[in-house]
């Protein structure tokens, strides 16, 4: 019989003593996991039939009062979070040392790398297809970081057009989603670095979201921006946002969304094994097991995949079932400690009988 894993609500009153007391209960092993979040990510991440669910199978999940030292909560065994900030950080590192068999999800030097588009997608060139003809990449992309830069007529004339702008920062807020579609490069000058320059390519208007939760992975279809055509990239000039496009978009196919859902019917999923490929190898050169990357396929070489966005801790209540499959990531969490303190426990004892008698 497998090892039963029960999850408990810490009572914040109760002194460190008593918590250590409740760590066995009738012969059970207990699993403390905290999760600290913005109060909008609470919301849409710690839903009623997530934590029905969690309940179900021996998991309560704690919420952690950020107001508060983290030291003064707990302890905890597992720690799930999405803030930023030296201070949380610091908090993080310092639990980690007082509680070394504690689970943090993520390290917060690995989520930074995600919140700068310039760092966000290097990890894709690390990624290895095992199986041709499907091919991974990323979009040709400049960095544009000041007035100078969109001088250097060298570096703009090698994009081809049109190309998306987005900011250099992408920490999930408004300004980091504000973002345009530029069909020349007169459309250029109506914008302000620092930026990202994104070549689009047309993709059928779908994109594909591989959610991954440790060594679990979904892909999902979503509809996209529209392709565009030859006799658009001359005819505007001014940048055009995304929600213009959306709405450009739902225009031209009729309030029904024909189109839309012609689109998505018609979409082919990329290969499993291309998308497993996919999940397993960011997961290991991000050093993540909570995150998503948008896909999407190259019309023109219909083999070609290309990764345009990475998001970590993602909205995985828009999954489907996602209440079990982060259930099934928390239990794993809880084998995977309980494996580490058994494998320590057995390094000490062999250690002692390996130590000579003085």
């Not at 990531?329 to 494996?339: D, I, M, N, S, Y």
Request: charged share 25%; with cysteine.
């Amino acid at each position: 019989m497998g090892r039963k894993f029960v999850f408990r609500v810490l009572d914040f009153g109760e002194s460190k003593q008593k918590k250590k007391k409740k760590k066995k209960v009738s012969g059970e092993m207990t699993i403390e996991v905290g999760y600290a979040l913005a109060d909008k990510k609470v919301k849409s991440f710690v839903q009623p039939s997530l934590i029905a669910y969690a309940r179900s199978k021996g998991v309560n999940l704690v919420w952690v009062d950020i107001c508060k030292p983290l030291e003064e909560q707990g302890p905890f065994d597992v720690i799930i979070h999405k803030l930023a900030g030296e201070e949380w950080s610091k908090q993080l590192a310092e639990y980690k040392v007082r509680h070394p068999g504690v689970i943090i999800v993520d390290p917060p030097e690995a989520i930074q790398k995600l919140h700068n588009r310039i760092s966000m997608l290097q990890a894709v060139a690390q990624v290895q297809i095992s199986e041709a003809p499907a091919t991974c990449g990323i979009p040709n992309q400049l960095i544009v970081e000041n007035a100078e830069a969109m001088s250097n007529k060298e570096a703009i004339d090698a994009l081809t057009f049109p190309v998306i702008a987005k900011p250099l920062v992408a920490d999930g807020s408004a300004t980091s989603h504000a973002m345009f579609l530029i069909f020349n490069v007169r459309g250029l000058a109506k914008l302000k670095p620092p930026m990202v320059l994104q070549e689009f390519v047309n993709h059928g208007g779908v994109i594909f979201k591989v959610y991954v939760a440790g060594e679990y992975f979904k892909c999902v279809q979503r509809k996209s921006l529209p392709d565009i055509h030859e006799d658009q990239m001359e005819s505007t000039e001014e940048p055009i946002s995304f929600s213009q496009i959306s709405n450009m978009a739902a225009a031209a196919s009729g309030e029904s969304g024909t189109l839309v859902d012609e689109n998505l019917a018609k979409a082919k999923f990329p290969p499993a094994s291309f998308i497993a490929d996919m999940a397993n190898g960011l997961r290991e050169a991000l050093g993540l097991r909570l995150f998503n990357f948008d896909v999407i396929r190259d019309t023109k070489v219909g083999n070609r995949y290309l990764v345009i966005d990475i998001n970590y801790f993602p909205g995985y209540a828009k999954m489907p079932e996602y209440e079990s499959v982060l259930t099934d990531f928390f239990l794993a969490l809880a084998r995977e400690k309980a494996g580490a303190t058994a494998s320590e426990s057995l390094a000490a004892i062999a250690n002692q009988l390996s130590t000579p008698i003085k």
